[in-house]
């Protein structure tokens, strides 16, 4: 059996909504920021579909015992945000996932070469085996900074089919890079967009993500 990248694009109206509102040119940061955290919740719940683990146990009710599911909480949860555009969509993220752990990544794209550079990096030594980690970035470009972000996880001990990516607009140069190195790769997307240019911006895109969240 081939593995195949899985892209989801959850067919969600607030979904769609915070992607217009984001989306738009004339939206300021403030509300930028409102949109990234909506986009950040709402496909941090998709993604947390089948991944998540969960155990059986009962419960007892005022009335009777019956079957009930909580979250497991001896599996360890990991988000790791992209920074800078990526710590937008953390807030929306850890308010579903209260008790995962925030290992902060810190990459920069070269303006001419389009290469990511590593400036700051909080990730633990060792993940601890079936950790399951959450990425965010909302932007997927070229895939640069996507596969030096897997790179790092992976050379941790992390288990690609436990990862999910939370991104807002991929783009396909990206989708295809991860489809090459990740096969079974599985990310949660507002929306695919076809182009980047030649300085790298997806077209149509939202503009620089990072820059729009911070007023920067
Ligand atoms: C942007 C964006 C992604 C990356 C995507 O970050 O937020 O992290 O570029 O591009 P790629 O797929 O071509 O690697 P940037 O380097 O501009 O940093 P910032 O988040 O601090 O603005």
Same mark, same amino acid.
């Given at each position: 059996?081939?593995?195949?990248? *899985?892209?989801?694009?959850?067919?969600?109206? !607030?979904?769609?909504?915070?992607?217009?509102?984001?989306?738009?040119? @004339?939206?300021?940061?403030?509300?930028?920021?409102?949109?990234?955290?909506? !986009?950040? #919740?709402?496909?941090?719940?998709?993604?947390?579909?089948?991944?998540?683990?969960?155990?059986?146990?009962t419960v007892d009710t005022p009335l009777a015992s019956c079957p009930a599911? !909580?979250?497991?909480?001896?599996?360890?949860?990991?988000?790791?945000?992209?920074?800078?555009?990526?710590?937008?969509?953390?807030?929306?993220?850890?308010?579903?996932?209260?008790?995962?752990?925030?290992?902060?990544?810190?990459?920069?794209?070269?303006?001419?070469?389009?290469?990511?550079?590593?400036?700051?990096?909080?990730?633990?030594?060792?993940?601890?085996?079936?950790?399951?980690?959450?990425?965010?970035?909302?932007?997927?470009?070229?895939?640069?900074?996507?596969?030096?972000?897997?790179?790092?996880?992976?050379? *941790?001990?992390?288990?690609?089919?436990?990862?999910?990516?939370?991104?807002?607009?991929?783009?396909?140069?990206?989708?295809?890079?991860?489809?090459? @190195?990740?096969?079974?790769?599985?990310?949660? %997307? @507002?929306?695919?967009?076809?182009?980047?240019?030649?300085?790298?911006?997806?077209?149509?895109?939202?503009?620089?993500?990072?820059? #729009? %969240?911070?007023?920067?």
């Amino acid at each position: 059996m081939t593995l195949q990248l *899985r892209v989801y694009v959850p067919p969600h109206p !607030l979904i769609k909504h915070w992607l217009a509102v984001a989306r738009d040119a @004339a939206t300021p940061s403030v509300l930028f920021r409102t949109a990234m955290t909506e !986009l950040g #919740r709402w496909l941090t719940y998709e993604a947390a579909r089948e991944w998540l683990p969960t155990q059986e146990t009962t419960v007892d009710t005022p009335l009777a015992s019956c079957p009930a599911t !909580l979250i497991d909480p001896s599996v360890p949860v990991a988000v790791v945000p992209i920074l800078r555009a990526g710590l937008g969509l953390l807030e929306g993220a850890q308010t579903l996932l209260p008790l995962a752990s925030i290992y902060h990544l810190g990459l920069e794209r070269n303006e001419e070469t389009l290469q990511p550079s590593c400036y700051l990096n909080k990730l633990p030594e060792k993940f601890p085996p079936q950790t399951r980690v959450l990425i965010t970035d909302p932007m997927l470009a070229t895939g640069g900074s996507m596969l030096k972000t897997l790179e790092e996880l992976t050379q *941790r001990g992390v288990d690609p089919s436990l990862i999910r990516i939370v991104c807002v607009v991929a783009a396909h140069p990206a989708l295809q890079k991860l489809n090459t @190195a990740y096969p079974g790769l599985i990310v949660y %997307t @507002a929306t695919i967009d076809g182009e980047v240019n030649s300085q790298g911006f997806i077209v149509p895109g939202l503009g620089d993500a990072g820059d #729009r %969240t911070f007023g920067t």
